[in-house]
């Protein structure tokens, strides 16, 4: 059950035939429901994206509850109001980084559970698999204390230390979404044939060779599931910034909404365009590679 | 491993024990330290060696001279109930419709799917728009004017339901996935045995298809209580977890990062959090590993 469901997973799904049954009154009821639901979930995003696009002082004139006004100034304004070129920026400096490493040390872990069998492979992947489940807040202390006693130069961090430092944030990042990646890769590593790693046993190849040229390739499809979701949840992380940056010009997109509230707070077509320009990133991914974002939770959670 | 080369065995080592000491050294390491920490008294500042063990003291503390311990406990169990008889059974209700050969079923899917994407933080700023008291969608709808106006966000009395149908708005979509996921992986011949028996649709969901996913129900269980413990950004986002909105990883969080930072104190709570979490993790990597055999 575990390789089939993986593979129909990752594999683009096959329309499955279209046997239309003739409609009857308890599939009405079912379409309309579906369909008020549908629009009812819509609407706050929709909601949001309409009075972005209108006049402040038309909507304060007319009510929101209204048609007309419309303007993209709110979004120039919300762009330079909300400093979203440098968080933006501190964004990135924060996710490629978590990101690109975190694959790096699941893929070798997977690797290692997938194709040896330790006596101790069973304990190491419940150590990493459970990492990810516990709160956050759980780690708070001890590292809150950890970054600000460990001691920097002046020159390296402005605070002294690894406290306010993306440094600190990332190696976060990556020690808890490490064990939900290698969970994900070792069970999609098991569903290869063993044939191809022994063939190149045959050949000589060496465990680097092995893991590098021939495992990591036929990874892709799980890999780029996974690369799409860690963005996504890179980028939507709020606390650990929060929790270990101090300075305002430093902090990634996501934490920075904490201050924009205060900034926002008066013009809400003002705060409706900065939610939209947040939003943006997350619906781009979702749109373009909603394939990858699903097979990356469901291979996650529901394995077997 | 018969053939392991000297390097091959360095090179085995290394890949085990550099995300080894990762994880150990910056989630496990520091959860045992919570622990520890939670029977002190340190203050965070004066060396390690200062520190007095005070037993359960931290504990008797939070329990009986801290005011919102009381509430954020309520709160986060009120927010597991609601999360569960709310989003959750309607997560799962949608996704058994949208199972069937459905016109729309992808487009219902992808819009239910949507808010998933968006962080918490960001569901709490898009709601503000709904729920603001002056310029929000929903006291006008209402038609409250002056001082009937409400204040979804800020009254203390609702805030906490106006924050449970935001967050829950997210965690629909979530649970509907999931559990597609695993009705995809349901053997056809189960169903059409049933239907074959005579069987109607909801007596072949309780009897045949619920218990076959016994596996993603118990994913399901674990996913809700850990995200109702570990909701934050939106209460932080709106008022940073005070008035209404108190649950135990704002407080710990105000008690750690704040200015008085009250480490020993801050660790109780978060020991709480631990204790919990960790009989539902339990469960979740028994399922998990039972897989693994």
């Known amino acids: ?304 | 491993m018969r053939t392991l080369s000297g390097v091959d065995v360095l090179t085995v080592a290394l890949m085990i024990a550099v995300p080894t000491v990762v994880v150990v050294g910056l989630v496990w390491g520091p959860a045992l330290a919570t622990v520890l920490l939670s029977f002190t008294d340190w203050n965070g500042i004066g060396s390690l060696g200062e520190i007095n063990f005070v037993g359960w003291q931290n504990y008797e503390d939070a329990t009986t001279n801290y005011p919102p311990f009381g509430p954020a406990i309520r709160h986060n169990i009120l927010w597991l109930v609601v999360f569960f008889l709310g989003p959750t059974l309607l997560g799962i209700v949608l996704a058994v419709m949208l199972d069937r050969e459905l016109r729309g079923s992808r487009i219902y899917q992808s819009i239910f799917f949507m808010p998933v994407v968006l962080s918490l933080a960001l569901v709490g700023f898009i709601w503000q728009l709904i729920y603001s008291r002056d310029q929000g969608l929903l006291n006008e709808v209402l038609g409250l004017e002056g001082g009937a106006r409400i204040d979804w966000f800020g009254n203390s009395d609702i805030n906490l339901w106006a924050v449970l149908v935001a967050a829950g708005w997210r965690h629909t979509g979530y649970i509907m996935l999931l559990y597609l996921a695993g009705l995809k992986a349901v053997d056809p011949a189960l169903r059409e045995a049933a239907a074959v028996d005579g069987a109607g649709e909801v007596r072949t969901f309780l009897r045949v298809i619920w218990p076959v996913m016994r596996p993603v129900n118990i994913v399901i269980l674990v996913i809700t209580v850990i995200e109702s413990l570990r909701a934050f950004d939106i209460a932080w986002v709106i008022n940073k977890g005070r008035n209404g909105l108190e649950l135990l990883s704002t407080l710990v969080t105000q008690n750690v990062i704040g200015e008085a930072s009250r480490v020993g104190f801050g660790s109780a709570l978060a020991t709480i959090m631990i204790a919990i979490s960790t009989v539902f993790i339990v469960i979740y990597l028994i399922q998990v590993m039972r897989e693994q055999k």
């Open chain 1, 1 to 304: 059950m575990t390789a089939t469901l993986q593979k129909e997973q990752l594999a683009p799904r096959p329309r499955p035939q279209q046997r239309r049954k003739p409609l009857r009154p308890a599939r009405v009821v079912l379409q309309g429901f579906l369909i008020l639901m549908a629009v009812g979930w819509i609407f706050p995003i929709a909601w949001a994206v309409y009075n972005s696009l209108r006049d402040y002082d038309f909507t304060s004139v007319n009510g929101y509850f209204s048609v007309g006004g419309f303007t993209l100034d709110n979004y120039i304004e919300a762009w330079s109001r909300g400093n979203f070129g440098q968080t933006f920026y501190n964004t990135a400096i924060i996710v490629i980084p978590s990101v690109a490493i975190t694959l790096l040390l699941a893929s070798m872990v997977a690797f290692v559970l997938a194709r040896f069998s330790f006596p101790f492979n069973l304990t190491l992947l419940a150590l990493f698999t459970a990492a990810n489940l516990l709160p956050q807040q759980a780690l708070l202390v001890p590292l809150f204390r950890l970054f600000i006693n460990f001691e920097l130069p002046y020159s390296v961090s402005d605070s002294g230390s690894l406290y306010d430092t993306y440094v600190a944030v990332i190696a976060v990042n990556i020690a808890f979404q490490t064990g939900f990646c290698t969970f994900v890769l070792s069970n999609y590593m098991k569903t290869l044939p063993r044939e191809l790693t022994e063939a190149a046993l045959v050949d000589g190849a060496g465990v680097l060779r092995r893991y590098w040229q021939i495992v990591l390739p036929l990874c892709r499809p799980a890999l780029a599931a996974l690369a799409t979701l860690q963005i996504t949840w890179v980028y939507n992380d709020f606390f650990w910034a929060v929790a270990f940056m101090r300075t305002g010009d430093k902090m990634p997109v996501t934490s920075s909404l904490q201050n924009l509230r205060g900034q926002f707070f008066t013009d809400y077509n003002l705060l409706s365009a900065g939610s939209v320009i947040v939003a943006i990133p997350t619906l781009v991914i979702f749109f373009l590679l909603q394939r990858h974002l699903r097979a990356g939770l469901t291979l996650g959670a529901t394995k077997g």
